[in-house]
């Protein structure tokens, strides 16, 4: 079965500052990596994913993440965050060999991105 | 278009009440999901419906009851809830068949109270 683990619960970052948020997942097959962005009181909504090929993916918003099969990473990044971006962010994985869908989206616990003025 | 609606978006029912949730997506997605989702939790598979069949069931209470009209449509039945049943509902969609999961689009909930 495939996890993904979010050490940071919580980032405080100020405006315009660059942001990592952490993600590591563990599967011992190839996988597919997702990350989400739930803004206050609404659902989720795909950021970007990586699927195969180039290991740098850019999403939405000026999101990108980098896929690091080595390290089991898939840490998301933006050079300069926008207090808009204060959000909660998910990370998730699943198998390229399962059957699509069929076992669900296992997600990280989340981590809320502060941005301060 | 990678749209899924949800209906109703609030809903406040009492312990005896029966109410269902709604959710529609016309992106020809033949795999449905219900997530429930608690404050500062990440969502929890509750069902999912893969072409129209129940697939997965994670050991849910009988007092929720999904249902699959179509492959456009899932509903969530709610009969006799408890309080700690209060949570968002999540309702997804993904292509389906098989090669794996490459990508789950999500509405945007429904706020469910338990009174």
């Known amino acids: 079965a495939q996890s993904v683990t979010q050490l940071d619960s919580q980032v405080p970052v100020f405006e315009e500052a660059p942001v990592e948020l952490r993600c590591n997942y563990s599967s011992s097959v190839s996988v597919y990596l997702f990350w989400y962005v739930q803004y206050p009181n609404q659902g989720l909504q795909l950021l970007l994913k990586?699927?195969?090929?180039?290991?740098l993916v850019k999403g939405i918003n000026g999101f990108e993440a980098e896929f690091n099969k080595s390290q089991t990473s898939f840490h998301l990044r933006k050079p300069s965050v926008h207090i808009s971006d204060t959000a909660e962010y998910f990370c998730?994985?699943?198998?390229?060999?399962?059957?699509?869908?069929?076992?669900?989206?296992?997600f990280g616990k989340g981590t809320h991105l502060i941005i301060q003025p | 278009d990678t749209e899924v609606t949800q209906t109703p978006k609030h809903l406040v029912m009492g312990m005896t009440n029966k109410k269902s949730l709604k959710c529609e997506q016309h992106?020809?997605?033949?795999?449905m999901y219900w997530y429930k989702q608690k404050a500062k939790k990440p969502p929890e598979l509750m069902f999912v419906y893969s072409y129209e069949k129940l697939s997965i069931n994670e050991s849910v209470p009988s007092r929720f009851s999904p249902e699959c009209p179509n492959s456009s449509l899932l509903n969530l039945h709610l009969h006799a809830l408890q309080p700690e049943d209060s949570a968002l509902y999540l309702c997804?969609?993904?292509?389906?068949?098989?090669?794996?999961?490459?990508?789950?689009?999500f509405g945007p909930g429904t706020r469910l109270l338990v009174l």
């Open positions: 997804a969609s993904s292509q389906g068949g098989a090669g794996g999961l490459k990508a789950q689009y």
């Open positions: 998730a994985v699943s198998s390229s060999h399962s059957g699509g869908g069929a076992d669900g989206l296992p």
């Open positions: 990586y699927l195969s090929g180039s290991t």
């Open positions: 992106m020809g997605h033949r795999a």
